[in-house]
């Protein structure tokens, strides 16, 4: 069974996007952009929606052919493209950079996926993982907490129809007062 984790950036009050999708507040340092870049890096299978796949595939495909991008950018751009991806959603026709399109039920293709043998897969959309948090599919959850209040937009969490049990595995502190907590989920 492959690991499935939920990691994204989120504000102190738990939203991953502004009102409006806005995600400039949350800009990382080059140390937390290395993490985040690592952590591409070792994943087996990103999932995706469709709003943050757009977001993606908009910048990362060439981001490394952009006139003064840095190495660390680069790195992450390769890194990125080369990553197999899954893309849900019913409103796209096609997607490129290693990824593969799927329009059915998303909670059931997670499953399958996380039942198959392979790396581990992130979850990386807060709508997909909505879904797959209240059908108990994931394992664990990187909540990287930026010090700013949005006061709205989409949160991190969603509304769950019964409690859900954390084990706290790591905390770790990046530069600007950037907080990672990971927590497994206790089954």
Known sequence: MRKLT???NLSLDGFVAAPGGDLDWGMPSDELFQWWSDRVGATGTALYGR???ETMS????????QPGATPAQIEF???????PKVVFSSTIRTVDWNARLFTGDAVTEIARLRAEDGGS??????TLAAAAMRAGLIDEYALVTHPVLLGGGTPFFTALDSRVNLTLVETRTFPGGVILTRYETRR
């Open 6 to 8: 939920f990691g994204m």
């Open 51 to 53: 709003r943050l796949w």
């Open 58 to 65: 908009s910048h990362w495909p060439t981001a490394d052919q």
């Open 77 to 83: 751009a390769r890194r990125w493209r080369d990553m």
């Open 121 to 126: 897969m992130d979850i990386s959309s807060a």
